[in-house]
């Protein structure tokens, strides 16, 4: 069946601009997470949400950062007034919502800030 | 609040070798799942192996091992018979239960590991 989807693949804007980040998980999965992947590092958490909710916002960078589930279904990450510490890799993992259940992951979104 | 450390930023091991991967956790939960996933070069995140907190033996998928010691609070990833394609990135991770049908998956810092032919 069809994994998790990412798009777009890479995305190169201005600073300032804004831009939204969109993931479609696996058909089911009601747990859905975003994480923040910088050169070399490990996964940052962002936010994650069960359903349309979302628990935990707390790994949000600052206020330019928002997040959005609709349907139980697709996310979009908006950042707003980007800056060039925003450039990163943007990855959305889905999951059963069990804590034994493991994340599927999306290609991610390559974002890069001039 | 729960915490995953890898304290291993790289490891160069000769292939054929077997190779293990430390990771440490704290958690105040007694119900937890305990990740381990491959990055390699290309970026895609491969889920490896699972282990439940209750699990009363040692996870094992083909060439993936984990050695869980629960009362050190510890997971650590064992490959045996490295291949070249097993160069990655490799990280820990883990997932309380919680109070939530869902809840947070924190990961580990990772540990870079290089296989020489």
């Known amino acids: 069946g069809a994994g998790v989807s990412q798009s777009p693949s890479n995305k190169v804007t201005e600073k300032g601009k804004d831009v939204e980040l969109r993931c479609d998980p696996i058909s089911g999965h009601t747990a859905l997470y975003w994480y923040r992947q910088s050169l070399g590092q490990g996964l940052e958490f962002l936010i994650y949400?069960?359903?349309?909710?979302?628990?935990?916002k707390s790994g949000l960078p600052s206020d330019r950062f928002s997040a959005e589930r609709t349907g139980g279904s697709v996310s979009t990450l908006t950042i707003q007034r980007t800056q060039q510490e925003d450039s990163a890799v943007y990855l959305c993992?889905?999951?059963?919502?069990?804590?034994?259940?493991?994340?599927?992951f999306g290609d991610g979104t390559r974002l890069s800030i001039l | 609040a729960q915490k995953i450390t890898q304290t291993q930023p790289g490891m160069f091991v000769q292939e054929k070798e077997a190779v293990t991967l430390d990771c440490t956790y704290d958690t105040s939960d007694p119900s937890y799942g305990l990740f381990w996933y491959k990055q390699p070069s290309s970026g895609e995140m491969i889920f490896l192996i699972y282990?439940?907190?209750?699990?009363?033996q040692n996870a094992t998928e083909g060439r993936y091992s984990l050695n869980f010691q629960k009362a050190r609070k510890s997971a650590n990833l064992v490959i045996s018979a490295s291949q070249l394609g097993d160069s990655a990135m490799y990280f820990c991770a883990m997932r309380e239960r919680g109070y939530s049908s869902a809840s947070k998956i924190i990961f580990g810092s990772g540990t870079r590991l290089s296989i020489r032919p």
């Open positions: 282990q439940g907190s209750y699990d009363q």
């Open positions: 993992a889905s999951s059963l919502a069990r804590y034994n259940q493991p994340q599927h």
């Open positions: 949400f069960q359903g349309n909710s979302a628990p935990d």
